[in-house]
T-cell receptor
Framework: DAGVTQSPTHLIKTRGQQVTLRCSPK?????VSWYQQALGQGPQFIFQ???????QRGNFPDRFSGHQFPNYSSELNVNALLLGDSALYLC????????????FGPGTRLTVT | QQPVQSPQAVILREGEDAVINCSSS?????VHWYRQKHGEAPVFLMI?????EQKGHEKISASFNEKKQQSSLYLTASQLSYSGTYFC????????????FGQGTILTVHP
């Protein structure tokens, strides 16, 4: 049973560029949440997708957007990258909109230069 | 608001016990505990729900004091594999899955 997978593993971008990160949830999971984790900090909630709609959003600017596909996989897009966007981006999936347990993927390490 | 974890770091010898605390200034619906090893994803340990229900996947225990808005994670007879950073994530009850994480507690277990 495959767990949560994310791609790419690492990414280096330049300020002002745009990036797309991808996530495939654990088998049987239909809810995907995205988190940003700066070095030495806890993860910060970006947004959550369920039934292909953004259900909740954290305190992140509109430069951060996402999408969920019919197969429950998800993308995180960040436009106009800033140096401060450098972080580990984690995807977490859970089984059902009322489930409490979230399972994290290995993350994508984004470096903005 | 971000929950406050204490201590920030703890060093143990194998077999020793540790307690990690997590407190919030807001009412809690559930507390989620995760362990993250360097360079890896956070791994789910346990959820404590308002009303006393617990869901866990490892031999780790925890408590949830709703009145005090606090949770504690108890690690007994620690093993080398327990080393990592422990995070508590709080759900205020209005939003399933929107977790607010603490700053983490670094646990190091030595032989």
């Amino acid at each position: 049973d495959a767990g949560v997978t994310q791609s790419p593993t690492h990414l280096i971008k330049t300020r002002g560029q745009q990036v797309t990160l991808r996530c495939s949830p654990k088998s049987g999971h239909d809810t995907v949440s995205w988190y940003q984790q700066a070095l030495g900090q806890g993860p910060q909630f970006i947004f959550q997708y369920y039934e292909e709609e953004e259900r909740q959003r954290g305190n992140f600017p509109d430069r951060f957007s996402g999408h969920q596909f019919p197969n429950y996989s998800s993308e995180l897009n960040v436009n106009a990258l800033l140096l401060g966007d450098s972080a580990l981006y984690l995807c977490a999936s859970s089984p059902g909109r009322n489930s409490y347990e979230q399972y994290f993927g290995p993350g994508t390490r984004l470096t903005v230069t | 608001q971000q929950p406050v974890q204490s201590p920030q770091a703890v060093i143990l010898r194998e077999g020793e016990d540790a307690v990690i605390n997590c407190s919030s200034s807001k009412a809690l619906y559930s507390v989620h505990w995760y362990r993250q090893k360097h360079g890896e994803a956070p791994v789910f340990l346990m959820i404590l729900l308002k009303g006393g229900e617990q869901k866990g996947h490892e031999k780790i225990s925890a408590s949830f004091n709703e009145k005090k808005q606090q949770s504690s994670l108890y690690l007994t007879a620690s093993q080398l594999s327990y080393s990592g950073t422990y995070f508590c994530g709080l759900d205020g009850g209005t939003s399933y899955g929107k977790l607010t994480f603490g700053q983490g507690t670094i646990l190091t277990v030595h032989p």
